[in-house]
């Protein structure tokens, strides 16, 4: 009987023992998972734009392991596509620190991937309703065999499967060149001036045109308003010379994806800010 007592505490130890330091990242079950409770206007959440970003110093070991599973991480200059399975995950983590030490928010369009670098940008199409939406990625799971990407609770209304809980998507992973050493040397310096222009690389992409005006005051003070509403996306204004004078067009771009700029036109004229459209123009010259 002595010997079975002693054999059980030793079990009972090593247990206790495993469970003290076996922690995974995340459990990640939606169905222990729960929304905010009032009213949330996503319409209102600032779209996301890829821009080049250094890796973060956490989050990007090359291997990791969860729940017994070994995980790597992509190359950071390696392309991915995926289709598969999307989940999201709101109030259970919201503020709390997400694998490259940020504070996960779930009112923002972000996510997190099991292997991707981070951050990353990936822009996801929900292929049962064919929305769009370019996310950051800045966090590890959803460890789960069946899905590919966990997507924060605006980013999932934005999607429209918030509701479901998941939804089959199509995943496109974004780049952004690093600026060269040069450029970044360059934006330092003073700009000189020659006497040679070359003509620039014609590149289209699309604009949101807010408004135009004759009055510089009012274009500008149509700027100031629309610029509390985008993030990381130049608000400016175009001026052009017309038969009656100059003429301010408000203008917002360049964008990733039509959609993307039409996101911001419903936003816009949710908030009642001009009559905003779509346009498509050179990223060399966007004030034509």
Not at 137 to 145: A, L, T, Y
Request: net charge neutral; proline share 6%.
């Amino acid at each position: 009987m002595r010997e079975f007592l002693r054999l059980g505490s030793i079990v009972l130890f090593l247990v206790l023992a495993a469970a003290c330091t076996t922690k995974p990242e995340r459990q990640y079950k939606i169905d222990q998972d729960v929304e905010p409770q009032g009213e949330f206007d996503v319409s209102r959440v600032r779209l996301v734009q890829p821009k080049w970003e250094p890796l973060s110093r956490q989050g990007n070991q090359k291997n990791y392991t969860v729940l017994g599973k070994r995980y790597e991480v992509m190359a950071n200059d390696v392309s991915y596509e995926d289709v598969g399975y999307a989940s999201w995950y709101g109030l259970k983590f919201h503020d709390e620190l997400t694998s490259n030490g940020e504070r996960y928010d779930m009112y923002s369009f972000s996510a997190a991937h099991k292997s991707l670098p981070l951050p990353s940008y990936v822009k996801v199409t929900n292929l049962e309703n064919g929305r769009e939406l370019v996310v950051r990625v800045n966090d590890r799971g959803p460890f789960h065999s069946d899905r590919i990407i966990d997507l924060s609770y605006a980013a999932a209304i934005k999607l429209g499967y918030k509701d479901q809980g998941t939804a089959k998507v199509r995943l496109e992973r974004l780049f952004v060149p690093q600026p060269s050493a040069e450029q970044a040397d360059n934006s330092q310096r003073p700009v000189e001036k020659t006497s040679v222009n070359l003509p620039p690389k014609e590149i289209l992409a699309p604009y949101v045109q807010i408004a135009a005006f004759s009055s510089y005051d009012l274009a500008e003070s149509i700027r100031l308003r629309a610029e509390s509403y985008v993030q990381d996306v130049p608000v400016f204004l175009a001026k052009v010379e017309v038969d009656s004078g100059l003429l301010y067009r408000v203008r917002i771009g360049p964008f990733v994806t039509d959609s993307d700029a039409q996101e911001l036109v419903n936003v816009l004229v949710n908030a009642k800010i001009g009559s905003p459209q779509v346009i498509t123009r050179s990223t060399a010259a966007p004030e034509r």
